[in-house]
């Protein structure tokens, strides 16, 4: 969730009869979904139940991150933050503020975004709604213990956090190589090792044809995996920028070929919005609001004519999505390389 619209996109990619409302309601009526940074120190959506074991398995990597990047970045000192933080802990009782507001409300000439997100860091505070709609990053932010008052940050231990971390990833992305699960999780090479080491009775070795190493998935899951049988019709999806599926894995080959990448990610290794066909990234897609909303297309190459009409229409659906009204679309011959 670090793109303010990532998350409500990647779910119209996935889920039939998704509408904005639907995870609005959940993140901030409900409550049964909260943001936070988590793993490889990013903004993630997670369900309620899942947000102690993340807290308490990065807590040790996103906690530092953030305190150098407000003590050097931002020029607070700790004195300057430990009284902020308290006055905002005092004038965020019972109601939710942004950060304009708490800045008019101290009167301060800090760097307030940068206290507030420290202070999530270390669970004081929880992201709620922007004032300024679903592709907006300006949270509201409100006291943890008034947003969740019945959780506890502190209720798992942070080495069974992080083996719960691993499973959960190799439920939704393996089989992963080791590589892939460090990058995801932030977790060193070396602590990725003895985790599987523990999870040894529960999880398989595997190998992957087209692809070099082993991998690593729940053995619960080998059936299920051997048993797949792929559609007959092609399966097309417009993902966003930094989506799940992309940012999941280190090794991209399984889903890019190596020609294309400075096509999808840039130096850091961010993924830009791709269009996937059979699971993978078939060319990238960009949208333009403009006087007539566009979505623009680039194929890395000629598709089939039932695979391009599946892309276009696609397209016209995620662009909709977006713009809340019809939009154009626009094939492209070239783009500029991340």
Known sequence: ATNPTAPYVSLFARASD?????????????????????????????????????????????????????????GVTERQYKDTSREILRILKGKGMSTLHIKKELGSKLNISIIVNLMCDQGLLMRGRSEKGWKSNTHTYYLFSDYFPSMDLNAVEPSLARETTVKQYLAAY?????????????????????????????????????????????????????????????????LPP?????????ERERYLDNEHYNLVFDRSGNSTSTILVEGRVAGV??????????VKL?????????????????????????ADKAVAVEMCDQMVPL
Not at 209 to 225: H, I
Not at 242 to 250: R, T, W
């Open 298 to 322: 680039f194929m890395f190459r000629d598709p089939e004519k039932k695979v391009l009409r599946l892309v276009e229409s696609r397209a016209l659906a995620i662009g909709q999505f977006i």
């Open 174 to 238: 393996g089989p992963a190589s080791v590589k892939d699960i460090s990058w995801w999780s932030g977790f060193t090479m070396t602590e990725v090792r003895r985790i599987l080491q523990t999870l040894a009775r529960e999880t398989a070795e595997v190998e992957i044809p087209e692809l070099k190493g082993s991998y690593v998935m729940l053995a619960a899951d080998v059936a299920a995996m051997e048993g797949f049988r792929p559609s007959e019709q092609p399966v097309v999806n417009l």
């Open 242 to 250: 930094l989506d799940p599926y992309l940012m999941g894995y280190k």
């Open 18 to 74: 998704f509408t904005r409302d639907k995870l609005d309601d959940d993140l901030y009526v409900k409550r049964t979904l909260g943001k936070m940074r988590c793993v490889r120190t990013t903004v993630h959506v997670l369900p309620r139940e899942t947000i102690p074991i993340a807290f308490a398995a990065t807590k040790a990597i996103v906690e530092p991150n953030s305190e150098n990047f407000l003590r050097y970045t931002g």
């Open 285 to 294: 897609w960009d949208f333009s609001q403009g006087l007539k909303p566009t």
